[in-house]
């Protein structure tokens, strides 16, 4: 069934083609420079940013996979969790496409698709579900730091949360506290390359506690504090590279040490991870080591299904509907703050109440 999906829970402007699990187009409008400028996402700007390009984007989607919107069989788009007017513009759209077409519409949580997208591969990226596997899968975002047990397809526990900031949200701060533009994680990632992780102690927040929660202000707070202190590091460039080094040293060994031990207390023996912060090589080389030493499988999302992308949305409206999922009202309304259910996703939809009528 081709599907056209519709991603726009923050920044990121997406619509992909998906039929039969393969992406036969994904097409990503970055809204980044537009919100460097202001250190952060600005949520009125990138409501506007997306309904400037949905349109411009759903039509390159439709030719790269050379289809048209008639051939469709289903529209699909995130219902949230997201930034409420952003996520209005691809949710409104969707549901008006798939009115228009008179076919099916299918809302979908956008971190119930970040599970699915380590499961994307090849070329075109097809969802490769026979081989899936219970698994612990690590979402690390700008907004979101996430353990999840995925026992089986469509079913997801939440097993732990930040408690402040997002894995992602301390990268930038502590970039931004060193001068780095944002989003300063990719440029941290860069410059840790050449710096040691083992020249400024930082601390591990919540490193030895017994459960599966995150916390990251402490770490930022003692990132402020250090150059405060070493006001003189900012005109020495080894030494930011040896703090960046240290900084993310810090944040992989907590994302790596808690993900690896809530794997081992789930009975899983396969850790899956995606959203942005997933494309931070030290993280993926840590996670790699640490999974090859307790013998479980490691599947990384590919870094373009790392960040925000259409493709695991539309694979994952693809596979509820194949599996009967009803499809959604064209009513329906965006769930901003969607918790992610401990329970069957699909039940959970159904007992989803929207926060805006
Ligand atoms: O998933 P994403 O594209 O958007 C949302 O937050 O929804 O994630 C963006 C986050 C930013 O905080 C960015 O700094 C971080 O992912 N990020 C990285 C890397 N690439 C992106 N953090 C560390 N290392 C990277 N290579
Ligand atoms: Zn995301």
């Given at each position: 069934?081709p599907l056209l999906a519709?991603?726009?829970?923050?920044?990121?402007?997406?619509?992909?083609?998906?039929?039969?699990?393969?992406?036969?187009?994904?097409?990503?409008?970055?809204?980044?420079?537009?919100?460097?400028?202001?250190?952060?996402?600005?949520?009125?700007?990138?409501?506007?940013?997306?309904?400037?390009?949905?349109?411009?984007?759903?039509?390159?989607?439709?030719?790269?996979?050379?289809?048209?919107?008639?051939?469709?069989?289903?529209?699909?788009?995130?219902?949230?969790?997201?930034?409420?007017?952003?996520?209005?513009?691809?949710?409104?759209?969707?549901?008006?496409?798939?009115?228009?077409?008179?076919?099916?519409?299918?809302?979908?949580?956008?971190?119930?698709?970040?599970?699915?997208?380590?499961?994307?591969?090849?070329?075109?990226?097809?969802?490769?579900?026979?081989?899936?596997?219970?698994?612990?899968?690590?979402?690390?975002?700008?907004?979101?730091?996430?353990?999840?047990?995925?026992?089986?397809?469509?079913?997801?526990?939440?097993?732990?949360?930040?408690?402040?900031?997002?894995?992602?949200?301390?990268?930038?701060?502590?970039?931004?506290?060193?001068?780095?533009?944002?989003?300063?994680?990719?440029?941290?990632?860069?410059?840790?390359?050449?710096?040691?992780?083992?020249?400024?102690?930082?601390?591990?927040?919540?490193?030895?506690?017994?459960?599966?929660?995150?916390?990251?202000?402490?770490?930022?707070?003692?990132?402020?504090?250090?150059?405060?202190?070493?006001?003189?590091?900012?005109?020495?460039?080894?030494?930011i590279r040896d703090l960046?080094?240290?900084?993310?040293?810090?944040?992989?060994?907590?994302?790596?040490?808690?993900?690896?031990?809530?794997?081992?207390?789930?009975?899983?023996?396969c850790v899956t991870a995606?959203?942005?912060?997933?494309?931070?090589?030290?993280?993926?080389?840590?996670?790699?080591?640490?999974?090859?030493?307790?013998?479980?499988?490691?599947?990384?999302?590919?870094?373009?299904?790392?960040?925000?992308?259409?493709?695991?949305?539309?694979?994952?409206?693809?596979?509820?509907?194949?599996?009967?999922?009803?499809?959604?009202?064209?009513?329906?309304?965006?769930?901003?703050?969607?918790?992610?259910?401990?329970?069957?996703?699909?039940?959970?939809?159904?007992?989803?109440?929207?926060?805006?009528?």
């Amino acid at each position: 069934m081709p599907l056209l999906a519709f991603e726009t829970s923050c920044d990121e402007t997406g619509a992909a083609v998906v039929h039969q699990g393969k992406v036969l187009s994904n097409v990503v409008s970055s809204q980044i420079s537009l919100h460097a400028e202001y250190g952060g996402v600005v949520p009125e700007l990138a409501a506007r940013e997306h309904l400037r390009n949905l349109v411009p984007v759903a039509r390159t989607a439709l030719q790269e996979a050379g289809i048209s919107a008639k051939c469709l069989d289903a529209v699909c788009a995130t219902q949230g969790p997201g930034l409420p007017s952003a996520l209005m513009v691809g949710l409104r759209a969707g549901q008006a496409l798939a009115f228009t077409l008179r076919r099916p519409f299918i809302a979908v949580h956008h971190h119930e698709a970040h599970l699915y997208s380590p499961w994307l591969t090849g070329s075109p990226p097809t969802a490769d579900f026979s081989n899936f596997q219970p698994n612990v899968s690590l979402i690390v975002s700008g907004g979101h730091t996430l353990l999840v047990h995925v026992p089986e397809e469509l079913r997801a526990q939440l097993l732990g949360t930040t408690l402040d900031d997002a894995a992602g949200e301390c990268f930038d701060k502590t970039g931004k506290l060193m001068g780095l533009p944002y989003p300063a994680g990719p440029t941290i990632d860069r410059l840790a390359e050449q710096g040691n992780p083992s020249a400024f102690e930082f601390p591990r927040p919540l490193l030895h506690e017994q459960n599966n929660d995150f916390s990251f202000s402490g770490l930022k707070t003692s990132v402020r504090y250090f150059l405060r202190d070493h006001p003189e590091i900012f005109s020495k460039r080894q030494q930011i590279r040896d703090l960046c080094a240290s900084v993310q040293a810090a944040i992989v060994e907590v994302l790596v040490t808690k993900t690896i031990r809530a794997a081992r207390r789930s009975g899983v023996r396969c850790v899956t991870a995606s959203g942005g912060v997933a494309c931070n090589r030290a993280l993926r080389a840590q996670l790699a080591a640490a999974c090859q030493r307790e013998g479980f499988c490691l599947r990384l999302a590919e870094p373009r299904f790392c960040t925000d992308n259409a493709a695991m949305i539309g694979v994952l409206a693809e596979r509820k509907f194949q599996l009967s999922t009803e499809p959604t009202t064209f009513d329906a309304d965006i769930l901003p703050s969607w918790a992610f259910s401990d329970s069957n996703q699909g039940a959970a939809f159904a007992e989803a109440r929207p926060v805006l009528q």
